[in-house]
């Protein structure tokens, strides 16, 4: 009976599967489909984590009008990351990490993900695997203030439990922000990482709300926050 059930389950798993990619297509569309209604045409966005790309196009296809800043700190990465996003002009790069700081840090490359903290001993990122580097750091007012960019309308910041050290440099621009896409966890992946609770009490009191999330098993995933106006 044990071994029917089982064989019962393992059949439905292709199902459950395709279920879940469908249902994140439809989430993704919805997300984007409030973007286009609160952000400008030509909006400025910042990425910080922009890895090798992938989101980075996303964004770029979606408003290829729009200003783009793409900030990756990881060396390989961002060696890749160049070779994406060469056919779109509309994209600016900067082998940067944004924190709450201006200055050299260590920057943990654990397996599938890097961060400013330090890996906690799981089964995706290990600390035999972390591979620490110096990187530079800059606030995104004092990049800002340096590169004469006055506003931001939307920030999209997956920085692996880091998403609070950015948003803290970020006092002054976040003033004229109108919405946020942020990588959220409920369990620590890195040492003194935020998590999704405290991030979303912070932005609350920053004047934002939530409108869409997606959190895969209720551990990890993306939330959109936007201006409390709308």
């Not at 990490?97 to 089964?123: K, V």
């Not at 203030?145 to 440099?169: M, R, T, Y």
């Not at 006092?171 to 890195?190: D, F, R």
Request: with cysteine; net charge neutral; proline share 4%.
């Amino acid at each position: 009976m044990s071994y029917q059930f089982g064989f019962f389950i393992l059949s439905l798993l292709p199902v459950l599967l395709v279920a879940k990619r469908d249902n994140h297509y439809r989430s993704r569309k919805f997300l984007f489909e409030t973007l286009l209604k609160i952000l400008p045409e030509k909006p400025v966005i910042v990425e910080a984590g922009a890895h090798f790309g992938q989101d980075t196009i996303i964004l770029a296809k979606q408003w290829p009008e729009g200003d783009i800043h793409a900030f990756e700190p990881n060396p390989e990465s961002y060696k890749k990351l160049l070779k994406k996003i060469e056919p779109f002009s509309c994209i600016k790069t900067y082998q940067l990490a944004l924190s709450d700081i201006n200055g050299l840090a260590t920057f943990h490359q654990a397996g599938i993900a890097s961060s400013l903290f330090i890996p906690q001993f799981n089964r995706i990122m290990r600390h035999h695997q972390s591979n620490p580097i110096q990187v530079t750091c800059v606030t995104l007012d004092y990049w800002a203030q340096e590169n004469s960019v006055p506003n931001v309308d939307f920030l999209w910041l997956v920085v692996e439990g880091a998403e609070l050290h950015v948003l803290q440099g970020a006092t002054k621009i976040l003033e004229n922000v109108q919405a946020l896409y942020l990588e959220v966890s409920t369990k620590k992946y890195w040492e003194n990482a935020v998590l999704y609770d405290e991030l979303q009490q912070w932005l609350d009191k920053a004047g934002f709300q939530e409108v869409w999330q997606y959190i895969a098993f209720g551990l990890h995933g993306n939330v959109l926050f936007i201006r409390k106006q709308y």
